[in-house]
């Protein structure tokens, strides 16, 4: 009569590296917005806040920010609306009117002086 033999393992695998999660297993990239910023055994990635951002694979979230003449909403930039404008690189979620006098096509980064010729008034931008 044959006796069933049972092995004991005390075994670990092995751990993932950063920007990797563990799942059934196999050590599997971080999704995109999420990271893993230390080697380990876990089941997940953190979640990015919905003002940053990351690549697939990554150890950390980056800050967004958004080139002049665009604004941040979420983790997205937009360009400005016309007759608004943002000049500088940030994280600045809306954009400047531009004064009564002046104005701008979308995702401008600055306001035009409007002139009107001589005999001509201004009615609107």
Known sequence: HD?????????RM???SPGQYRNFGS????????YEAQTGA???CTS?????TSTTGSTGCTSVTCPP?????????????????KSETGA???????????????GSTGCTS????PGQYRNSR
């Open 48 to 52: 990015c806040s919905d003002t940053s």
């Open 27 to 34: 050590c599997i990239q971080c999704p995109a917005n999420t």
């Open 92 to 106: 600045r979620t809306s954009c400047t009117s531009c004064s009564d006098t002046s104005t701008s096509t979308t």
């Open 14 to 16: 092995a751990d993932c």
């Open 69 to 85: 003449g665009q604004y941040r909403n979420s983790r997205y930039c937009y360009n400005c609306p016309a007759n608004t404008y």
């Open 3 to 11: 006796e069933d033999i049972f092995l004991s393992c005390n075994c």
């Open 114 to 117: 409007v002139t009107c010729p």
């Open 42 to 44: 876990r089941t997940s």
